[in-house]
């Protein structure tokens, strides 16, 4: 017994040793891995824009006024809107819609600047091409920004006071409310997985691949040697990869990092293991690097959807948030998010950090059960 | 428990100074039978070649050997232990060399032999010594920095059986070592294979050369999985009445082909 675990634990060094010196020969893999993040982090930062601006707006301004200028002016300078010419009747402003030259249109009426002055409520029409709902949300938002700065100033003008209620808006921790402050932080989180799942799936199928399993395993080497050798030089890989992300994240979108660092490396830990544990499994159920591949794309597709990487889970239906609540990371994200934009710390974030550590020792666990030292 | 078990076995194994033994070795896969009920005893120092058609079970019977598969019943004693009771003891007594190229690639000559010799623990100041001697001994000290990956065949053959010896096993497995070698490869290969056995090493090995067999002590026949001959290569030759190992050989083959048709 003490000789069989001495074996095994000293099988480690050649095993790691031995994974470092095929890392150091795959330059490909290594610029992979920093590559890959780097790339994907300009890609996501720069295009996934969930406020969507500079949409075509398009006016129909039957009233002709100073007032009805000013309300088209005011659409404009919210941001959302890049004006995109004046249309002469409904049926052109339809037509500009649907063949795609414009997004939005206003219709200000003939009566607007009248009921305005007769102090009645003046109504303009805003028609919105609602096939994309995020286009169409923002715009919607947008036109009643423009419609509510319009009304102030109107009654400041007409010296009967302030609005009588008025709520001032306090963004929290994205004051300016940019998409890649959001987006960055669970990019780390995204891409981290998709590496070290791919990567683990097919570090021993591609031993198996090659037929340098078999020679493995019939060596007196422990079955938790192979699977520790092959996934501690990519833990190392993760980490990395976390700092090429932050780096880049902070020098190109500026995401702030208000909480602790050394936290923020040490919940990474699990959720780094888990996800090789993850790709471990994997590896036991397939034959073929292709497989694992297919597979691992298999896993990531709900973690990219359901996580909260881009949408909120509260807002999913109840099944999307159980399969949320089975994945890492989901967990990981309110970590990513809660330490960078939040700066809090393990008295806010202790419960996803044992869930991490519940899954690391699950995976892993598993991971070591399944992998058999044998041909069958 | 198993650990005393196998101690107890070892000695006797010791004792009747026999490498390998089985009884009624057997190997199903589904409704084949891949190896039917074989009984070996390989004594020590022996160089045992394991000769048949393909498909006629060798390599299952070297897989289970080495416990890389487990025999669906019977039991096979290596080294003096149980292989289906305690395979990793086994391992740590025996040298392997599959059929396909098994080593790194992408690891130099020496770094292969570091890392097979260090899982056997041949480590440190020892480790580093017998290793100069083997790649001395083998002639591969001028291509020790090369990578695995760019040898031909009859060097990767010669860095596999290195790698699969340093430790000092009590028996190697040789599965098809030298096939697609050149024949000065195979020659050197095989003085090599003469000179471990005469110093006490056991060889099991399969082969497809008759001029391979004829080199071996004793030669198992095997045909669809069951033992056909066994003894000398002069008394098979007897036994089927034929002048060479390669006639009994084609025979076989050719009754194999018979049946299947």
């Known amino acids: 017994m003490s000789v069989r675990t001495r074996l095994q634990r000293w099988t480690l060094w050649p095993m790691l040793w031995k994974e470092v010196a095929q890392l150091r020969r795959d330059r490909f893999t290594v610029a992979m891995m920093v590559g890959i993040p780097a790339l994907q982090l300009v890609l996501f930062g720069y295009a996934i824009q969930m406020e969507v601006r500079h949409q075509k707006l398009v006016v129909l301004d039957q009233a002709q006024t100073q007032e009805s200028r000013l309300l088209a002016q005011a659409l404009v300078n919210t941001g959302t809107f890049d004006f995109a010419g004046v249309v002469h009747s409904r049926a052109a402003l339809e037509q500009e819609l649907a063949a795609g030259r414009a997004r939005a249109g206003i219709v200000i009426p003939h009566r607007f600047t009248r009921d305005l002055v007769r102090g009645r409520g003046a109504e303009a029409q805003f028609v919105v091409d609602a096939s994309d709902p995020l286009a169409a949300n923002g715009a919607i938002a947008a036109a009643g920004q423009a419609a509510l700065v319009r009304s102030q100033k109107i009654v400041e003008a007409s010296r009967r006071g302030a609005a009588p209620v008025s709520v001032v808006i306090q963004p929290l921790y994205n004051p300016a409310v940019r998409t890649a402050v959001f987006i960055v932080p669970g990019i780390i989180g995204v891409l981290l997985s998709l590496t070290m799942v791919l990567i683990a799936s097919m570090a021993v199928v591609r031993e198996r691949e090659r037929g340098t399993l078999e020679q493995l395993v019939v060596t007196p080497i422990g079955k938790s040697s192979i699977m520790l050798g092959k996934m501690l030089p990519y833990l190392l890989m993760g980490y990395v990869q976390i700092f090429v992300i932050l780096g880049l994240g902070s020098l190109l979108f500026h995401v702030p990092f208000r909480g602790s660092l050394l936290l923020l490396l040490l919940l990474s830990f699990p959720f780094i293991l888990a996800s090789l544990g993850v790709g471990m499994l994997m590896s036991t159920m397939v034959r073929t690097q292709a497989q694992a591949i297919q597979l691992g794309f298999f896993y990531m597709l709900p973690n990219i959807l359901m996580s909260g990487f881009m949408f909120p889970i509260d807002a999913m239906p109840k099944v999307a948030q159980w399969i949320a609540a089975l994945m890492p990371l989901t967990y990981f994200l309110e970590v990513l998010r809660g330490i960078l934009l939040k700066g809090v710390g393990l008295t806010a974030l202790w419960p996803q950090a044992l869930i991490l550590l519940g899954f690391t020792v699950l995976l892993v666990l598993a991971a070591t059960v399944r992998f058999r030292k044998g041909l069958e | ?261």
């Open chain 2, 1 to 261: 428990m198993s650990n005393d078990q196998s101690v107890k076995s070892a000695k006797s194994a010791d004792q009747s100074g026999d490498a390998v033994i089985t009884e009624r070795l057997r190997k199903e896969y589904g409704s084949l039978v891949a190896v039917a009920g074989l009984d070996l005893t390989i004594p020590r120092g022996e160089v045992f070649g394991l000769l048949g058609p393909n498909g006629s079970g060798k390599t299952t019977t070297i897989r289970m050997l080495t416990g890389l598969i487990a025999p669906t019943s019977g039991s096979a004693v290596v080294a003096g232990i149980d292989v289906v009771a305690n395979p990793e003891a086994v391992r740590r007594r025996i040298g392997y060399m599959s059929q396909r190229f098994g080593l790194y690639e992408d690891l130099t000559v020496e770094e292969n032999l570091q890392f097979y010799s260090e899982l056997y623990g041949v480590i440190g100041e020892q480790g580093r010594k017998r290793r100069k001697d083997i790649l001395e001994e083998f002639g591969l000290a001028p291509r020790k920095d090369q990578l695995a990956g760019a040898l031909s065949g009859g060097w990767k053959q010669r860095l596999a059986l290195a790698c699969a010896t340093t430790h000092r096993p009590d028996l190697v497995f040789l599965d098809e070592p030298t096939a697609g070698v050149d024949p000065a490869a195979r020659r050197h290969f095989w003085r090599i294979i003469s000179e471990r056995a005469h110093a006490g090493l056991t060889v099991l090995v399969t082969t497809h050369y008759m001029d391979e067999a004829e080199r071996c002590d004793r030669l198992a026949l095997l045909s669809r999985g069951e033992l056909i001959a066994i003894g000398t290569p002069s008394e098979i030759k007897r036994q089927f009445g034929m002048d060479s190992i390669e006639d009994v050989f084609i025979s076989l083959q050719e009754k194999d082909e018979g049946a299947l048709t």
